[in-house]
């Protein structure tokens, strides 16, 4: 066996740039679903405990869910 086929056998070859972009994609929405999730709940947090109003809730949600539309457009396109 040569070098070549061993190290595309244990290690099934190399990033192509395919690859590399999906797993940067992967990387960066999973990043933005968190980071929303958060912003959704501590909104939430800050809401249960009367630091802000119910409106304001509703726009660090619908403000959150925008960024997050935006950013993964960006992202995939």
Same mark, same amino acid.
Do not use: H, P
């Given at each position: 066996? *040569? @070098?070549? &086929?061993? $190290?595309? &056998?244990?290690? *099934?070859? $190399?990033? &192509?740039?395919?690859? &590399?972009?999906?797993?940067?994609?992967?990387?960066?929405?999973?990043?933005?679903?968190?980071?929303?999730? @958060?912003?959704?709940? !501590?909104?939430? =947090?800050?809401?249960?405990?009367? =630091?802000? =109003?119910?409106?304001?809730?509703?726009?660090? @949600? $619908?403000?959150?869910?925008?960024?997050?539309?935006?950013? !993964?457009?960006?992202?995939?396109?």
């Amino acid at each position: 066996m *040569s @070098w070549k &086929t061993d $190290f595309n &056998t244990g290690a *099934s070859g $190399f990033l &192509t740039a395919d690859d &590399t972009l999906f797993a940067m994609q992967a990387i960066g929405a999973t990043l933005i679903l968190t980071w929303v999730a @958060w912003v959704c709940v !501590l909104a939430y =947090k800050d809401y249960a405990s009367e =630091k802000i =109003k119910g409106n304001q809730v509703i726009f660090l @949600w $619908f403000r959150a869910v925008f960024a997050l539309s935006v950013i !993964l457009y960006l992202l995939v396109n």
